[in-house]
T-cell receptor
Framework: EAGVAQSPRYKIIEKRQSVAFWCNPI?????LYWYQQILGQGPKLLIQ????????DSQLPKDRFSAERLKGVDSTLKIQPAKLEDSAVYLC??????????FGPGTRLTVL | QKEVEQDPGPLSVPEGAIVSLNCTYS??????FMWYRQYSRKGPELLMY????GNKEDGRFTAQVDKSSKYISLFIRDSQPSDSATYLC??????????FGTGTQLKVEL
């Protein structure tokens, strides 16, 4: 069974630029999550989708972050404009119908 | 007060040692308790999952939950260099929303 795929793996941008991350969850997993993991911290949930609907986006900085999950499969997370404090690893996870979440390798973002 | 507290370490032990990793939590509504392992530059992977007080064993790993004290532990027996990673506790009250600890960095030395 293929795992959660993410791209790109690494991205370096300057502040005020925009960036987008892509996630392909495990086939058949209805729930998709985006997390932000700052160095030395645990992952923090940004947004949770159930199929293509948003379940929880309470911790998403909506003035600069946006996410979509068209057709209930792949998802993209965008940051526009980026700030220095957005430097982190962005993790995508998916789950079928339980609390067990399967994580992708993450995208490491550096904002200069 | 953070919802989940975890000592960040780093923790360094010799090969073969018993390792004890711990988290405390503040919300008594939390019902499900997980331990994830995260290797450097990888995503977290689920190690143990339990929802009741007591012990759950899986090979060299034992997860322990004490709901009365709001305290969870992960024990690793006969630790190996391949166990060197960051261990994250994750807790949820349901609805699939996980709250993670900061992670404890473990190094098992030869």
């Amino acid at each position: 069974e293929a795992g959660v795929a993410q791209s790109p793996r690494y991205k370096i941008i300057e502040k005020r630029q925009s960036v987008a991350f892509w996630c392909n969850p495990i086939s058949g997993h209805a729930t998709l999550y985006w997390y932000q993991q700052i160095l030395g911290q645990g992952p923090k949930l940004l947004i949770q989708f159930q199929n293509n609907g948003v379940v929880d986006d309470s911790q998403l900085p909506k003035d600069r972050f946006s996410a979509e999950r068209l057709k209930g499969v792949d998802s993209t997370l965008k940051i526009q404009p980026a700030k220095l404090e957005d430097s982190a690893v962005y993790l995508c996870a998916s789950s079928l119908n339980s609390n067990e979440q399967f994580f992708g390798p993450g995208t490491r973002l550096t904002v200069l | 007060q953070k919802e989940v507290e975890q000592d960040p370490g780093p923790l360094s032990v010799p090969e073969g040692a018993i390792v004890s990793l711990n988290c405390t939590y503040s919300n008594s509504a939390f019902q499900y308790f997980m331990w994830y392992r995260q290797y450097s530059r990888k995503g977290p992977e689920l190690l143990m999952y339990t929802y009741s007080s007591g012990n759950k064993e899986d090979g060299r790993f034992t997860a322990q939950v004490d709901k009365s004290s709001k305290y969870i532990s992960l024990f690793i027996r006969d630790s190996q260099p391949s166990d060197s990673a960051t261990y994250l506790c994750a807790i949820t009250g349901g609805g699939n929303k996980l709250t993670f600890g900061t992670g404890t960095q473990l190094k098992v030395e030869l």
